[in-house]
């Protein structure tokens, strides 16, 4: 499952792949990407996680479902949690008594494929507290939903950010990527 090259912000980053976790079976468990979405159905899932040269990480997911049908639902619950995301974020902060500055976007959307990115003072919980940016990738192909995400920490690198006219790109590795894992749809 490891992506060689491409990887979102790859230059900036200098991503390294670290040893990927094993396939582990997760039937009735629903696992939190972050506080906005999370995956509901899944039978399997697989993590393969990176390193950025700036101390930055990033995870590459992927999830197998019974069924396609049961693969496209978790799609599109993730899909609806992202696109409500900005929301709730801000009312996550205004909890913790933070100042309710998310900001959240779609960036780019391909069939069976999109991309976000929140930038925001995160709430320490599944967030890194403090100032920081994060970036999720979504695609979904047969039985199968890969998810790979990242953060841009303040503390943690000195690289630009990373622009996000470059998502398309990503989007198009990750979908041959998912595409080659899962099979015809």
Known sequence: MTVRSGLAADTAESWTAQT?????????????????????????????????SG??????????FATSAAADAAYQQIDSGMSSCEATS???????????????????AAPDAVA????????E??????????????????????????????SGSSAAPYDVHQDPNVLSLLTNLLASQAGPR
């Open 20 to 52: 990927a976790g094993p396939v582990r079976e997760v039937t009735g468990h629903d696992i939190a990407l972050d506080e906005c979405a999370s995956v509901h159905g899944a039978a399997t899932w697989q993590q393969q996680p990176y390193l950025s």
């Open 55 to 64: 101390g930055n990480p990033a995870l590459l997911e992927i999830y197998t």
């Open 90 to 108: 801000r009312a996550l902060q205004s909890s913790k008594h933070l100042t309710a500055d998310a900001v959240s976007q779609q960036t780019v």
């Open 116 to 123: 976000f990115e929140r930038t925001w003072t995160g709430a």
């Open 125 to 154: 919980g599944i967030s890194a507290a403090g100032k920081q940016t994060n970036h999720l990738y979504l695609a979904a192909h047969g039985t199968c939903v890969l998810v790979l995400h990242f953060d841009e920490l303040a």
